[in-house]
């Protein structure tokens, strides 16, 4: 295991990951699902997933380990500096749709250990989509000043005078499953409402909307029994019987269903200690679809 980035560094090349585990992390992340074209029969992790945006339309990028396309020439240092800080190896920085300011958190140990999984993928050739962005949201220059405004960086760090499965469950939530980049309102910035964190918005990417996850129990989740959400993240059954569907369909079929039962408790554990916000998610009128919690 690597300690810190500095080690990563100092090493003076890439050290051994653990893929089983790797694989695991790998799934807890999310990252097949949106660097699969599923809707287009494109490769696995070969890019070119459209999101749709109040900024534009963002494609996400190949993360095969095809040299020339892909990431196959990306170091250890490179995979954590893009995770931890969005910043490619040639120095550009990423637009905050990729979510590092989730993934962040995420400890270096992690980030080797999902590297090494990747790089036992198949490569593929596909290259990459340019994104569909109107000025000034398109002027990647500024995105060092959207950083210094909204922008902390990691890694996760414990709280000791909380318990180990609190801990565990808010290093899901916050770093790993990066559930706030979809579940937290965002400003007309894009910088997440911090004050509002979890809470829910009907201007999701996608254009979806997104469910108040806080445990109030009038607009949240407040009112669900463990049972509830054990059932939610495991099936996607929700407690009326009827099932998710669209983003977080996917987000159970690829993520939450494959967590082990401690970390599900554990995910549970730190749901129930957000801060309860009192906010009603509703569908716009012109907006059909179900909520995609």
């Not at 240092?77 to 905050?96: E, S, T, V």
Request: overall charge neutral.
């Amino acid at each position: 295991m690597v300690a810190n980035v500095a080690a990563v560094f100092a090493a003076g090349g890439d050290i051994r990951g653990d893929t089983g585990r790797g694989k695991y992390l790998f799934d807890a992340a999310g990252c097949a699902g949106c660097h699969t074209d599923k809707k287009n029969k494109g490769a696995a992790l070969a890019g070119g997933r459209k999101l749709k945006t109040p900024f534009g339309v963002f494609y996400s990028p190949n993360i095969t380990p095809d040299p020339d396309n892909g990431i196959g020439n990306w170091s250890d240092a490179d995979f954590i500096r893009a995770l931890r800080l969005g910043i490619a190896p040639d120095g550009q920085h990423y637009f905050p749709v990729f979510p590092y300011p989730s993934y962040t958190g995420i400890t270096d140990a992690d980030l080797i250990d999902i590297k090494a999984y990747i790089f036992t993928r198949p490569p593929a050739p596909a290259p990459n989509k340019p994104h569909d962005v109107a000025a000034p949201f398109g002027w990647r220059f500024l995105l060092p000043i959207w950083k210094a405004l909204y922008f902390s960086p990691g890694p996760f760090r414990p709280d000791p005078t909380r318990d180990e499965q609190w801990n565990r469950g808010r290093y899901l939530i916050r770093a790993l499953g990066h559930c706030g980049e979809c579940h937290t309102p965002r400003d007309a910035l894009g910088g997440a409402k911090d004050d509002m964190a979890m809470a829910g918005t009907d201007n999701a990417p996608g254009g979806g909307i997104v469910p108040n996850i806080t445990p109030d129990k009038k607009t949240g989740i407040g009112r669900w029994s463990d049972a509830d959400l054990e059932e939610l993240f495991e099936s996607g059954m929700l407690p009326d019987g009827d099932f998710v569907g669209s983003d977080m369909g996917e987000v159970v079929d690829l993520t939450t269903s494959r967590l082990s039962k401690s970390d599900i408790k554990a995910l549970i554990a730190a749901l129930r200690a957000l801060t309860p916000v009192d906010n009603k998610i509703e569908p716009k009128k012109k907006n059909k679809l179900k909520p995609d919690l």
